[in-house]
């Protein structure tokens, strides 16, 4: 019913402003469409780097090696996969939470915190890749390591706080 009423609502003041609605709609939708084609070459760059570092063991040897920093952060190493893949894709930190699901079940403590670390981190390549790419800048500059170190640092202050509380 809601949506209804304001779709009904959009029509109206389109109307009374004068706006040709189905016109403004197809001409955004075209430029949605020239938009998702400029963005793809960055997003399946994205898609890329998540399945190498998967398939070259680099993870894993990353785990072997950061495992006693997590150890002494109180980070669960078990989540060291999902804090790898969450500034990359998404969807293979939802896949990295599910199988902690599966493992842990929902009530564990690994489980909660990682939801905290999602929750509190962002995509950040993919954010990066998608916005700079749609509007076409060539140098990030400082966007790529303060975002790299503000999704670390979130995903850290949610997991102590998941301890703490």
Known sequence: MLVLLLTAATFAYAAHARVEAYQAFVQGAGEGLKTALRV?????????????????????????VLGPLLDLAGIPRDLFALLLVRPLSGSAALSELDALIALYGPDSYQVRAACCAVGSSETVLYTIALYLGSIGVKSSRYI??????????????????????
């Open 40 to 64: 793809t070459p960055y997003l399946a760059a994205a898609l890329l780097l998540t399945g190498l570092l998967r398939a070259s063991g680099l993870a894993e040897w990353l785990l072997l």
């Open 144 to 165: 790529l390591p303060i975002g790299l170190l503000s999704g670390l640092f979130g995903a850290f202050l949610g997991v102590i706080l998941c301890k703490i509380l």
